[in-house]
């Protein structure tokens, strides 16, 4: 287990970079899902949040946000210590949700991406968060929307969420591929496994970040873009894995949204294990970690072909299958799984190579007559 860390001279960081310890404990998960909304007859996207949430039972519109398009909403757990419990919690807001979708003629559903939408239909979503987002990005705030899965892991101090944040790094891709559930856009297939992940490049402050040296490192270069104003605060910073120091997590982003339950179980309890193997055992290495370069390319490669990608193993110097790099991971993570409870929904990470929710869009296509009936299918799957 890696020795504790001095936390860095609190006096010297700005207020925002202050870390709030989890008192429940460290390797606690909280998780976050973008949702669509998606008219009930012909399966579009459906820019109607301003008339759901409202009607949103109390239990749900606690655990909801508006998202930056009127066809997007996200759910968001509880704190919980394992993912049984966390998923359990988000099986009720999914059930929630979908009782007050009906009355409204609405369902949900999870993707990546919605597989037939078009920007010309797309509304931006009100607010200040909002007004700003258009304002800064122009144009490209009324692209068609995506949707990701976040998960939350709890960390004792900033200096082993900024180490576990370097280490995570090299797994993003992989996470990417596992989870990739967005291979149509605009009607068509892209040929791509996660077309998510190129369209939501073209926002600003995305992608995976450096490492930094320490967590003072991290609070410095981030505090010049909040003074100099180019951005309002730390929440502007859309990176595929991102400290979140006023909650005491490190917060993974880089996945598609899920159709299943189950594979959402089992992504966020991939993401724990992950995240505590680092914690203590840091087993990725500092070459792994200085290679961006490799590190960048693996993270086209994962959006590119999913679970059927050869990545770049930089120790090696060789590309290695995804499902050969997660078979060895998941044989590191399983002392740890059994730690945090979640031994069965890590090893369904395995069903995820076999039967991906990218293969998964294709085949349902292949076999409906058009794309809005493939959509019915996700929506089906919302519960």
Same mark, same amino acid.
């Given at each position: ?15 925002? &970079? @202050? ?47 508006? $998202? ?29 949700? &979908? $009782? ?145 120091? &006023? ?45 961006? +370069? ?32 997660? @078979? ?8 740890? &799984?059994?730690?945090?409870?979640? @031994?069965? +929904?890590? +090893? ?36």
């Amino acid at each position: 287990m890696a020795s504790a860390v001095p936390p860095p001279d609190s006096s010297s960081l700005p207020e925002w &970079a @202050e870390w709030c310890q989890d008192e429940t404990g460290s390797f606690t998960i909280g998780v976050e899902e973008e949702l669509m909304l998606l008219d009930g007859d012909d399966f579009s996207l459906a820019n109607r949040i301003e008339a759901v949430m409202p009607r949103l039972p109390e239990r749900v519109v606690l655990q909801a946000t508006q $998202e930056t398009h009127n066809s997007a909403l996200e759910l968001c757990t509880n704190v919980h210590s394992e993912v049984g419990a966390a998923i359990a919690q988000l099986h009720d807001l999914r059930s929630g949700l &979908a $009782e007050t979708l009906a009355t409204l003629g609405l369902r949900a559903a999870g993707s990546g991406t919605h597989p037939f939408a078009i920007w010309q239909e797309i509304a931006v979503s009100g607010g200040d968060r909002y007004g700003f987002v258009q304002g800064s990005m122009r144009e490209l705030a009324r692209r068609e929307p995506t949707f990701a899965l976040h998960v939350h892991v709890g960390l004792p101090d900033p200096e082993t969420a900024i180490q576990v944040h370097n280490r995570v790094r090299v797994h993003l891709p992989l996470l990417l591929a596992v989870s990739a559930n967005s291979p149509y856009w605009q009607g068509r297939d892209t040929g791509l496994a996660s077309a998510r992940t190129p369209l939501f490049q073209a926002f600003p402050r995305v992608g995976i970040p450096r490492a930094f040296r320490d967590y003072a490192h991290y609070a410095t270069e981030v505090d010049l873009l909040i003074r100099t104003e180019a951005v309002p605060d730390r929440s502007f910073l859309w990176w595929d894995v991102r400290p979140q120091p &006023a909650i005491g997590t490190l917060e993974i982003r880089s996945m598609d949204a899920q159709s299943r339950l189950d594979d959402n179980a089992a992504l966020v309890a991939l993401v724990q294990c992950i995240v505590k193997l680092e914690a203590e055992e840091r087993v990725t290495t500092e070459r792994s970690i200085d290679a961006q +370069e490799a590190i960048s390319e693996n993270r086209f490669l994962a959006a590119r072909d999913g679970v059927h990608a050869s990545l770049i193993d930089a120790d090696r110097e060789i590309r290695r299958p995804v499902s050969e790099i997660l @078979e060895d991971l998941i044989g590191a993570a399983r002392p740890h &799984a059994q730690d945090l409870g979640c @031994e069965s +929904e890590l +090893e369904h990470n395995l069903e995820l190579i076999r039967e991906s929710p990218a293969d998964r869009q294709r085949t349902v296509a292949d076999e409906s007559p058009s794309l809005a009936q493939m959509v019915r299918g996700l929506a089906d799957e919302f519960v």
